[in-house]
């Protein structure tokens, strides 16, 4: 079954601004991670949380995760044109035996 | 973080040849690498887990005797496509986790496009 389900699909906004992604679930999960991708490159490993996390920062990225919603959110603080790439959550499930992406936000920053 | 090289990096071919992909773990030795596929403006989805030195192991619906990856070594894994048709263009992607962690970060690759005529 489809894990990690992230809306929006795409989003659009303007430099400086904030941006904020969703990731849904559905089973139980270890940890969850999010990546970038930028057009046709490979995928680059931004922040992983654990399920008994709740919240993790990384510069201007700032993670949480609800595992009573199944859910977790990507914020990008201060935008920049350079931030402009897809962002995909991966779920790792409690017995480690899958690593599943979701279908990923594209994320433009105009400048 | 690691660095895993792919190669090529974009691969045209005619329908009916094979093409191999290289995918090498540069920083260390990984006893597990993982082969994704993705098509344009889509998701990854594992195809399968490569084991140094055993049998991989196939996702659903992945077919093993088209996609036949080989994990010689602890730094080398390869995929090959055999006889390629035009479905079978994507954007092929590895990726590696050191060595009892592989359900955590995974390093990946930088992709091979693949295109078949």
């Known amino acids: 079954s489809q894990q990690g389900e992230e809306d929006p699909q795409a989003l659009s906004i303007q430099e400086g601004e904030n941006a904020t992604m969703n990731c849904s679930y559905k089973?139980?999960?270890?940890?969850l991670q999010w990546y970038r991708q930028n057009s046709g490159r490979g995928l680059v490993h931004l922040i992983l949380i654990r399920s008994n996390e709740r919240e993790k920062h990384s510069g201007r990225l700032r993670v949480t995760l609800d595992t009573s919603k199944k859910s977790s959110s990507l914020l990008i603080t201060a935008s920049r044109a350079a931030d402009t790439a897809s962002y995909f959550c991966a779920t790792v499930d409690n017995y480690g035996q899958n690593f599943v992406f979701g279908p990923g936000t594209r994320l433009s920053v105009l400048p | 973080g690691a660095v895993v090289s792919q190669h090529p990096s974009w691969v045209i071919c005619k329908s009916g040849t094979s093409v191999k992909i290289e995918c090498r773990s540069l920083d260390f030795q990984a006893t597990t690498m993982f082969w994704y596929r993705q098509f344009p403006k889509q998701s990854l989805m594992l195809m399968a887990t490569s084991n140094e030195g055993s049998k991989a192991t196939y996702e659903q619906g992945v077919e093993k005797d088209k996609f036949l990856i080989n994990h010689a070594s602890l730094t080398l894994s390869t995929l090959t496509v055999t006889s390629a048709h035009p479905e079978d263009s994507s954007f092929y992607i590895c990726?590696?986790?050191?060595?009892?962690?592989?359900?955590?970060?995974?390093?990946f690759g930088p992709g091979t496009r693949l295109t078949v005529l």
């Open positions: 990726s590696v986790s050191p060595p009892g962690e592989e359900w955590n970060e995974q390093f």
């Open positions: 089973t139980s999960i270890n940890n």
